[in-house]
């Protein structure tokens, strides 16, 4: 193995009397891949928050090319190397790509207070680094706020790859890439590995951990479980290891009848991406949209809640159509969790509670005014209903896992008793366990008589919860297929 270049030694990190890290050690090598994995809430984040300067730990030491480090914050993380991707994309939306790459690394022309910007120059490294190392094809003098998920993704890693920082973090890099996107992804990291750069990559998808890693460490509530080399592992040994158990069923699925037709829509268009679109969705059902990045699955979900607009056709719930605006479909009983929890969903300054009640206020007002007791008592019921890891309902929502916040956001649709579930990548950046539970809750919605539609780059996903199929591809309905009766293999041949 080669020289030690990190090693992070006896860390304990307490936040109040909450003790998140408990003795923890990890060590990296140069040009190694080190997966660090561990189910949400396990220490994971806090342990690269330690190392990238975010938090200071209550005690322990780090270690750096063989000598001891202070890192008070994100910025001295920077000058000694470390660079991070985390796992909610931290690019500036009203910026073009060039600009993100560069922010804060500006090329200028000359050094004094006022110095003009070297953009040409900029834009040829970015365009390089986009089009010829990463072999990304998108607009880089396009806002990013314009550009699909995946293409923010690969800006954060390009700003990444610009950067030549010596440790290189990877917190679920590829939770919005599709199989092509994540392959290429995949060669940036070997070949940053050949030229002597350390990752340590965070991922809930155990077969990429097993595909791109060299060790693996395993974390469970704040203390290190299990590590070694990769050869050593297989999926179920990982499971057991992150969850303390045998995890039986992946996919649970409850058997439930249909009922009559919820809602459908007849040949709806957007009139840019998608076009001639038209389903059924039952009570008691789970339909998946599939596709690639690009294929409009994601629109067609947002425009039947009214978030993008309606150019032709129609959408009915229970046989009468509805307005196209967000109040009006959530008036209808139209229920919508996005993908970028962080960024459309939560309210980061917020608590538990509030999180969970605020699209629910008519249940908790009385005379005008919240109640706070109805409002506590709501949130206790769906964080023991949910298994919410948190200090209580008063808990800051910024500080919970992404499981435990994906819970939340899931629990503030149920508790509006939306007819229909729109679920965009609802297990985006969680752990194995998490997921199950999350599967568990959708299977507890459609056995009360919802509907739910799930949209997700993730085949085995809809395969395994889903009653019917529809994949996507340049905007259109490819195939509809029955999800017992298909294959991973089938999915791919009608998406591409």
């Known amino acids: 193995m080669n020289e030690v270049v990190l090693e ?148 954060e890693i390009a700003r990444t790859v610009y950067a030549n920082a010596q440790i290189i973090i990877m917190d679920e890099p590829t939770a919005s890439l599709q199989a092509a996107e994540r392959d290429k992804l995949f060669g940036v990291i070997r070949g940053l590995k050949e030229k002597g750069h350390s990752i340590i990559f965070i991922s809930h998808h155990l077969d990429e951990l097993l595909e791109i890693c060299d060790t693996i460490s395993i974390l469970r509530d704040g203390q290190k479980v299990d590590e070694g080399p990769v050869p050593e592992f297989t999926i179920d040994r990982i499971i057991s290891d992150m969850v303390g158990r045998e995890l039986k069923n992946k996919y649970p699925k409850r058997t439930v009848p249909l009922g009559e037709v919820l809602m459908e829509a007849e040949d709806i268009s957007d009139g840019t991406v998608f076009e001639g679109i038209s389903f059924q969705l039952h009570r008691g059902e789970i339909l998946g949209i599939v596709g690639l990045e690009g294929c409009g699955k994601n629109e067609v979900i947002r425009t039947v809640f009214g978030e993008r607009k309606l150019k032709k ?89 992404g499981g435990n916040q994906q819970k939340v956001m899931l629990s503030r649709w149920m508790m509006t008793d939306a007819d229909v579930l729109l679920l965009e990548e609802p297990t985006r950046g969680i752990d194995v366990n998490a997921k199950t539970e999350v599967y568990e809750t959708i299977g507890a919605c459609v056995a009360n008589r919802k509907g739910v539609i799930v949209v997700s780059s993730e085949e085995e996903e809809v395969i395994g919860i889903c009653d019917k199929i529809l994949v996507m591809k340049g905007g259109k309905i490819s195939a509809v297929l029955s999800a017992k009766d298909t294959t991973t293999e089938e999915i791919k041949q009608y998406s591409v």
């Open 313 to 401: 056709g129609t959408v009915r719930l229970k046989e009468k159509t509805y307005g196209n605006t967000i109040k009006d479909a959530m008036d209808a009983g139209i229920a919508f969790l996005p993908a970028e929890r962080k960024v459309e969903g939560l309210f980061l300054k917020q608590d538990l509670a509030w999180n969970t009640s605020i699209a629910s206020l008519p249940k908790i007002c009385r005379f005008g005014t919240i109640m706070k007791s109805m409002e506590n008592r709501a949130a206790d019921q769906y964080i023991a209903g949910l298994k919410v890891k948190c200090s209580s309902r008063s808990q800051n929502i910024a500080a919970l896992s």
């Open 8 to 155: 992070m030694k006896d860390i304990y990190k307490s936040f109040g009397p909450v003790e998140v890290l408990r003795g923890v050690d990890l060590t990296l090598h140069r040009g190694e891949v080190l997966g660090l994995i561990g189910e949400n809430g396990a220490g994971k984040s806090t342990l690269i928050k330690i190392l990238c300067g975010i938090y200071r730990a209550t005690s322990g030491e780090i270690i750096l090319n063989g000598k001891k480090v202070d890192i008070p914050n994100a910025e001295a993380a920077q000058k000694l190397g470390i660079s991070t991707i985390y796992q909610e994309l931290s690019v500036i939306p009203d910026l073009n790509a060039v600009q993100n790459i560069f922010l804060n690394r500006e090329l200028t022309g000359k050094k004094s207070l006022i110095a003009p910007l070297k953009y040409q120059e900029m834009k040829r490294i970015a365009e390089d680094i986009l089009f010829r190392q990463l072999d990304v094809r998108l607009n880089a003098q396009m806002p990013l706020r314009y550009m699909p998920l995946a293409g923010k993704q690969m800006v």
